[in-house]
Every structure is written in C-alpha cells, then in structure tokens.
Antibody, heavy 120, light 106 residues
Framework: EVQVVESGGGLVQPGRSLRLSCAASGFTFDDYAMHWVRQAPGKGLEWIAG????????AYADSVKGRFTISRDNAKNSLFLQMNSLRLEDTAFYYCARDRTARMTAADYWGQGTLVTVSS | EIVMTQSPATLSVSPGERASLSCRTS??????LAWYQQKPGQAPRLLIHGASTRATGVPARFSGSGSGTDFTLTISSLQSEDFAVYFCQQYHNWPLTFGGGTKVEI
C-alpha cells in the first residue's frame, strides 16, 4: 500500500526555522517526483515546492522561494522541507504528495498533513 | 505564474443531477491540467489528469474535458459522497498552481 506520512509540524515563532519530513513506503521512491502542498485553515490549496525523481530539478512557489528548500534522500525513502524565516502567513497544513510520474505533474497519493503554526 | 480561475465558487445541486465545474487558465496549459476532490478533514484526491484521463479507481460519472485555457469537470449524476470541494491544477509551467476551488453542496 502506498503511504506518505508527514512529520515535524508544530508551533514556531516568526523568523524561526522548521524542518518537515515525509516518510514514503509501498512504492519505489526514486521512480517518482514529490511535492509539498499547503492549505491554510479554511482556505484553498497552494503548491509550494516540487522535486523530480533524482533531485536534479526543483521548483518553488514565489511565496516561499529563497526561504524554503525541498530535498530528498532516496536511500531513506524520505522527502524534506526546510523552512526558514517563517512568517505568520506560513501557518497551514503541509501535505506531502507523490507525483504520478518522475517529473512534476499531478499528485496521486497524499499524506494526511502536518500542521505548522507560526505565532509569537 | 499561471493564474487559475474556477467558477462558480459554490454550486448547489441535488443528488442525481448533473454538475459542471469550470476552470480557466490565464495562458494556455495545453492538456496539462488535473482535478482534485477534497472532503472536510481529508487530503485531496486526484480525480483527473491530462485534462480528461480518470485516475485509478475514479468512477466513470466523473469526466474532464477541455484544452488550452478552458476546462470542465462534469459529474454526470451526483451521489451523496460527491459533495465536496473541487480544485483544478495546472502543471504546464512552474510554479504549479491551483484554482481557488468550487464547493459542491446540496
């Protein structure tokens, strides 16, 4: 069974950092691109970062470019999101999602999300 | 960045009726468009990719059409479990972008 499980969310002060992790199982991790998508409570979906199967191509939303870094460790079937200089508006549920393909297209398996709350 | 506009914001329908949801993009995305369904408290679920290809396990009552800048998700006969929020997403250009969503309610 394909599973992606996020961890690392929590309460953090503005300006601080947080690192999210996503543990993948049930599929050959390095065959697929991966994404981070967030959703502020009661709001819509916002794609924030993606990475291709090998990690050679990454892309970011303008709202997080320069502050967030996506990475992956194929040997450990893991995806990461390093979030620096956090802002109040970064408060959201953060979803890890598997792409259908090796490059960045549509996401066919999603985790249940981890909540990041940025507050002083 | 490609801007995605979904309409209507809310669609009120009755079970058994047909629902048509619109998604327009600010520039062409050819057929690089996906549709997702999200129910309260749940993660999104992929319904359609490539504008018209149903994802694995998606019932045939869901269909996608369109290309270029105008797309439609049609639910042919609404079931109770279809009441949810639906999002379109383009993957033609980086950054990938989502529409604001259409809530399908009774």
């Amino acid at each position: 069974e394909v599973q992606v499980v996020e961890s690392g969310g929590g309460l953090v002060q503005p300006g601080r950092s947080l690192r999210l992790s996503c543990a993948a199982s049930g599929f050959t991790f390095d065959d697929y691109a991966m994404h981070w998508v967030r959703q502020a409570p009661g709001k819509g979906l916002e794609w924030i970062a993606g990475i291709n199967w090998i990690g050679g191509s990454v892309a970011y939303a303008d709202s997080v470019k320069g502050r967030f870094t996506i990475s992956r460790d194929n040997a450990k079937n893991s995806l990461f999101l390093q979030m620096n200089s956090l802002r109040l508006e970064d408060t959201a549920f953060y979803y890890c999602a598997r792409d259908r393909t090796a490059r960045m297209t549509a996401a066919d398996y999603w985790g249940q999300g981890t909540l990041v709350t940025v507050s002083s | 960045e490609i801007v995605m506009t979904q309409s209507p914001a809310t669609l009120s329908v009755s079970p058994g009726e047909r629902a048509s949801l619109s998604c327009r993009t600010s520039q062409t995305v050819t057929n690089n468009l996906a549709w997702y369904q999200q129910k309260p408290g749940q993660a999104p679920r992929l319904l359609i990719h490539g504008a018209s290809t149903r994802a694995t396990g998606v019932p045939a009552r869901f269909s996608g059409s369109g290309s270029g800048t105008d797309f439609t998700l049609t639910i042919s006969s609404l079931q109770s479990e279809d009441f949810a929020v639906y999002f379109c997403q383009q993957y033609h250009n980086w950054p990938l972008t989502f529409g604001g969503g259409t809530k399908v309610e009774i």
